[in-house]
């Protein structure tokens, strides 16, 4: 699979909405290519405008990946971002509900690597989770796989 990137694409010296196009293309996507892929967008968004009023002038900016795309190149997919919560070498893997002689409690258990990690589709979520768990637990980044729970 193609690695991609996430990018910011606005055609100088006309309006239309939105201005800025997230655009997730390859690495390697030349400005005309990402042009060619935000004037198409803004073409389906505004058809009152036709494409001969977009200009040639194109500015293209690196942006954050977490963000949603307006437009993702053939071939490629989004990775979903996902966290996990690791407390120091340990990450954790599940959390489920326990009762114990009458008494009722959520338990955590533990892992080394972050594949079997417990995944939270938002760092928010992850944080919520860590704060709850140990607010010296630490919320990371996933990599991207399909090993994860």
């Known amino acids: 699979m193609k690695k991609g ?3 910011q694409v606005s055609i100088d010296e006309i309006e239309y909405q939105p201005h800025f196009i997230m655009v ?13 892929l935000a004037t198409n967008f803004i073409v389906s968004q505004n058809p009152e ?15 954050d990946p977490n963000e949603k795309p307006d437009v993702v190149a053939e071939g490629l997919h989004v990775p979903t971002p996902a966290w996990g919560v690791k407390m120091g070498l340990l990450y954790a893997q599940a959390v489920h509900h326990a009762t114990y002689d009458d008494d009722e409690f959520d338990e955590v258990a533990y892992v080394r690597g972050e594949t079997k990690a417990k995944r939270f589709e938002t760092e928010a979520a992850a944080k919520e989770f860590a704060k709850w768990l140990n607010p010296n637990c630490e919320v990371v980044p996933l ?5 994860h729970d």
């Not at 990599?143 to 090993?147: H, I």
């Open 5 to 7: 990137k996430m990018y």
């Open 24 to 36: 997730y293309a390859s690495e390697e996507a030349k400005d005309k290519d990402l042009q060619r």
């Open 49 to 63: 405008l036709p494409e001969s009023a977009l200009v040639d002038s194109v500015i293209v900016e690196p942006r």
């Open 143 to 147: 990599e991207e796989g399909d090993d």
